[in-house]
């Protein structure tokens, strides 16, 4: 896995580098209807727009991600509410009935061929 990171990581560093080495001109940004106009180097202009672009779309799926938050929180304590009732369950039961298999674990015994199926 970490050499997965490295392999995007090195080239696509290594191309923002390259962008912003060769994009140092000074470019313009006016905010229309606001009179307010900014000087600043292309790379840095680029960069934060890819930069704003990449917040708001994590916003957005961590919005999205909400229903699937909540139901996982409710079905958390709906565990935690059934195994503290189960828990309190198996106290009141006498010692003996307390390990009681699953019923996964039960095999059936089959019976041998000419002999009837025990009970």
């Avoid at 202009?45 to 909400?66: D, P, S």
């Avoid at 565990?79 to 006498?94: G, K, N, R």
């Amino acid at each position: 896995m970490r050499l997965v990171h490295w392999v995007v990581t090195l080239p696509l560093a290594l191309i923002v580098v390259i962008f912003a080495v060769s994009n140092r001109a000074d470019v313009v940004v006016t905010f229309w209807p606001l009179p307010v106009t900014l000087g600043a180097p292309l790379y840095l202009v680029v960069l934060l727009a890819l930069l704003v672009g990449f917040l708001i779309g994590e916003f957005l799926a961590w919005l999205n991600a909400g229903r699937t938050r909540r139901a996982l929180r409710q079905s958390k304590r709906r565990i935690e509410a059934l195994e503290s009732e189960l828990a309190a369950t198996q106290a009141q039961l006498p010692q003996g009935e307390a390990a009681i298999p699953p019923a996964a674990s039960v095999q059936p015994r089959l019976a041998a061929p000419g002999h009837p199926a025990p009970h």
